[in-house]
């Protein structure tokens, strides 16, 4: 089902940014001069029924799959698929919100408030979820993000990494590949000289998720709180007390050669 969802732009000089309220709050673009630094397929952004393959999508209240023992919640929860609100709004910033309902209530009994702030600066992108209980009852999460990078398939064994584990060089790049790993805080990823650098604490996400597939332009290094099946197991999640809120934050900044100072 072909659907025209709204991109709101945001910049600052040569870097620019659009965000898709009403698709998730997805963030479809984050671009430096003409360099593109996230795959977006158009294709499954436009239908409303599929999930959007790009961007970067917001995994709440869950990231990753569960096993249907205490929560029957979908992969990578409900937030990316819920239409969000527009609450604030500057030349290099959005902020948008999304609240509890009676649909989320079914699957998830918590009441909560979600802020998300997009801001842009030179060469850099930082996304901040705060998020708040405003129930009377502890709340569990295992957020994650899942950044799209644009990486050519081709290109894909030159890449480096300071990830723990992980080497691209003995990667098997014609099948997929989806492993998880211990988040550094600071994710380098370098390529051709150019370097994009994913920066979480990495006390609040703990885990580093890899994802590929066989011939598409693009490499997901994903900072998630938790990993899968989280929820299946009450010690793992991440909890927000009642009238509390923790804020996750993520920014991504991008080096290249000709331009070596963020």
Not at 186 to 207: C, N, Y
Request: some cysteine; charged content about 20%; proline content about 7%.
């Amino acid at each position: 089902m072909n659907h025209t969802f709204e991109e709101i732009s945001i910049s600052t000089g040569d870097t620019s940014a659009k965000i898709a309220p009403g698709r998730g709050a997805i963030v479809t673009s984050f671009t430096i001069n003409i360099t593109k630094i996230l795959f977006l397929d158009r294709e499954t952004f436009n239908d409303a029924t599929k999930n959007v393959r790009g961007g970067i999508p917001l995994l709440f209240p869950n990231a990753g799959p569960l096993k249907g023992g205490i929560f029957n919640l979908p992969q990578h929860g409900f937030a990316r698929k819920m239409p969000w609100q527009v609450s604030g709004s500057q030349p290099d910033s959005l902020t948008l919100k999304l609240r509890s309902n009676m649909k989320t209530r079914e699957n998830y009994p918590f009441d909560f408030e979600l802020t998300l702030n997009v801001e842009v600066r030179k060469n850099r992108l930082i996304h901040n979820l705060k998020v708040k209980n405003t129930g009377d009852k502890p709340m569990p999460t295992a957020y994650g993000l899942h950044p799209y990078f644009s990486i050519p398939q081709a290109d894909k064994q030159e890449l480096r990494t300071n990830i723990v584990g992980f080497n691209p060089a003995h990667v098997n790049w014609l099948e997929e590949f989806d492993r998880s790993f211990a988040n550094p805080g600071l994710i380098h990823v370098t390529i051709s000289g150019r370097k994009i650098i994913i920066e979480t604490d990495p006390a609040i996400f703990q885990v580093a998720r890899v994802w590929h597939l066989p011939g598409k332009n693009f490499i997901c290094f994903e900072p998630w709180t938790r990993d899968n099946f989280a929820f299946d197991f009450p010690e793992h999640s991440l909890w927000v007390k009642p009238d509390e809120s923790v804020t996750l934050s993520m920014a991504i900044s991008y080096i290249d050669n000709n331009d070596n100072a963020l």
